[in-house]
Every structure is written in structure tokens, then in C-alpha cells.
């Protein structure tokens, strides 16, 4: 597979000091603000914008990436060419996370940028200098690691269990607090139809079905392709 080209350096290392972590970032918890400014002063920032691959499935792990600025998200690439929407990444998220092991592996998923971002990138061997020497980051990562896989089995078990009204309701309350921003009174998303049938794994035309009936019902606005969440408890009653 031909080696996709990379975004460049575009950022100022000064902008990445211990005091403008994201807030709720795992990977470094349990570090002091020197220790972290060292760790930051070792990754290098790229810039990506909006619809940027920043990670390919199959490609080699050859580094771990801290999102600091924007909004990406996971996606995997099944072999009949249909792309699979999977977790979505805000401020504060590692992925690439197999970098920390020695022995040679492959990104499971791929990586797309929503927003323009910016992400910190320590090169493998860099990132397992550093686990050496400050072994928060090694535990932190396995917490998150454990934490996506709960996600995981979570959906899986929703496919098995849950009717496509209440999965894609799910996915609603899940994206709320990730990539939600509140206005007036609601929760705002921005998230398309074809994303949620994607996440909730459903057709873009139940989707759609379903969003029309929250519509109807109150619990959603939607406009300029946007979603505003109003009454979450409605979105498990059927439409009467």
C-alpha cells in the first residue's frame, strides 16, 4: 500500500505546556506539570483539516496521537468498500495507542479529522522512552484502551438487544456530552444522518424516519444540518 503523505508541523511548541492540556485528558493524569511539559516537549503538533485521514487502517503503528485541538473521529473500511462510523475523538483523546508496544503492529482502524484539529504525535520508540520513564503514561493508556474496548462490546451487545429506535437514541445521548455544545437551552450536534444511521448501524432512511418522528414528537430540533437535543426522556417514545 502506497504511504499516504502526512500533514505538516504548523504549530508553536510554546503552545503546549502542562497549563493548556485539555481538560479530563487520561494520558497524563497522575504526572506533575513538569513531567508533562517534558512529555509534550517530545511530541511534535500537525495540523490536519476537516475530512484528513490522520490515521490508516492497516497501516503500521508507528505513533501515538493526542487530539489537542478540533474533533476527529474512528472509522473502519469493511471489504465490500462500505465505511463503518465508530467512535468519535474530542480534546484530551489519545488513539494509535498499539505504538507503545515494541513488537511491530498495524492501526486496527482509521482516523479522520471533522473539524480542522491539531494533534501531538510522539514517534514510537519516543512514546516508550518516555513510558519508561514516566509509567502514569503506560497505565493511563491501558485505561483508556479498556475504556474503548467497554464502548465496543457496549455496541456489539446493542445489535444483539436493542431496537434500531432505541441504538440510534443511544448514539444521540452518547455523542451529547463528547462533541455536544450547548445553545439556548439545548444540546447542539453536529452530526448528519448518514453519521448516525453509520454509528447506530441502521440505514440512512430509518435514520432519517426516526429524526423526523423526534421532530414531530419535540425531542429534537434540526436545522443547517445540526441537531438540537431538547428532551432527551422522548427519544424512546414511539411517535403517536
Avoid: C
Amino acid at each position: 500500500m502506497k504511504r499516504r503523505t502526512r500533514a505538516r508541523t504548523t504549530e508553536s511548541g510554546s503552545q503546549f505546556r502542562a497549563v493548556h492540556v485539555p481538560h479530563g485528558t487520561v494520558f497524563l493524569q497522575g504526572l506533575e506539570p513538569q513531567e508533562v511539559d517534558v512529555i509534550l516537549a517530545a511530541a511534535r503538533p500537525r495540523r490536519f483539516s476537516a475530512k484528513r485521514v490522520m490515521t490508516y487502517q492497516g497501516e503500521p503503528a508507528d505513533g501515538v496521537l493526542l487530539l489537542w485541538k478540533g474533533r476527529a473521529r474512528y472509522f473502519f473500511d469493511t471489504p465490500d468498500g462500505k465505511k463503518l462510523i465508530l467512535r468519535w475523538i474530542t480534546p484530551g483523546d489519545i488513539f494509535g495507542a498499539s505504538a507503545l508496544v515494541s513488537r511491530p503492529s498495524t492501526y486496527i482502524v482509521s482516523t479522520e479529522a471533522v473539524r480542522d484539529s491539531v494533534a501531538l504525535v510522539w514517534a514510537g520508540e519516543t512514546i516508550r522512552a518516555l513510558a519508561r520513564r514516566f509509567p502514569p503514561l503506560l497505565e493511563n493508556a491501558f485505561f483508556t484502551t479498556t475504556d474503548y474496548i467497554s464502548w465496543y462490546v457496549a455496541a456489539h451487545a446493542a445489535l444483539t438487544s436493542q431496537t434500531a429506535r432505541e441504538r440510534l437514541a443511544h448514539v444521540l445521548l452518547e455523542l451529547a456530552p463528547r462533541i455536544g455544545e450547548e445553545f439556548s437551552g439545548n444540546i447542539e450536534l453536529e452530526v448528519t444522518n448518514e453519521e448516525l444511521g453509520n454509528s447506530a448501524n441502521i440505514t440512512s432512511y430509518t435514520a432519517s424516519r426516526l429524526i423526523s418522528e423526534w421532530r414531530r414528537s419535540g425531542a429534537i430540533r434540526k436545522r443547517y444540518g445540526k441537531i438540537f437535543l431538547r428532551f432527551p426522556e422522548r427519544l424512546f417514545l414511539h411517535d403517536v
